[in-house]
């Protein structure tokens, strides 16, 4: 069993930064992929980054390219959202997941685990 826990979430003004933290634990974390979703009120969870575990290698959803970067520290089974330039539609609960087999940052039934969620709200 694999559990995620979320944190760094937070109330940030537009153009603002946060960072978020994606803590695993468990006995089995030989993931795939590790991904970032996002969901709005009234609208559908939205995959915005993943990396994979085997190279490190990353993907972003053009809503967040540039401007968000995903990274990992192996040596703490954390997985990082540095946030940068936060618009008031980035408003959302933030969660992150891991696929065991497959990721696909449009399919969040190929994941595996998910934590609880953090909020971020943008706003001034």
């Known amino acids: 069993h694999v559990q995620l826990v979320e944190s760094g979430g937070g109330l940030v003004q537009p153009g603002g930064s946060l960072r978020l933290s994606c803590a695993a634990s468990?006995?089995?974390?030989?993931?795939?992929?590790i991904a970032w979703f996002r969901q709005a009120p009234g609208k559908e969870r939205e995959g915005i980054s993943c990396?994979?575990?085997?190279?490190?290698?990353?993907k972003y959803t053009d809503s967040v390219r540039g401007r968000f970067t995903i990274s990992r520290d192996d040596s703490k089974n954390t997985v990082y959202l540095q946030m940068n330039s936060l618009k008031p539609e980035d408003t959302a609960v933030y969660f992150c997941?891991?696929?065991?087999?497959?990721?696909?940052?449009?399919?969040?039934?190929?994941?595996?685990?998910w934590g609880q969620g953090t909020q971020v709200t943008v706003s001034s």
């Open positions: 997941a891991m696929s065991m087999v497959v990721a696909d940052l449009a399919r969040p039934e190929e994941y595996d685990y």
């Open positions: 468990g006995s089995n974390l030989d993931y795939y992929a």
């Open positions: 990396i994979y575990s085997s190279d490190g290698s990353t």
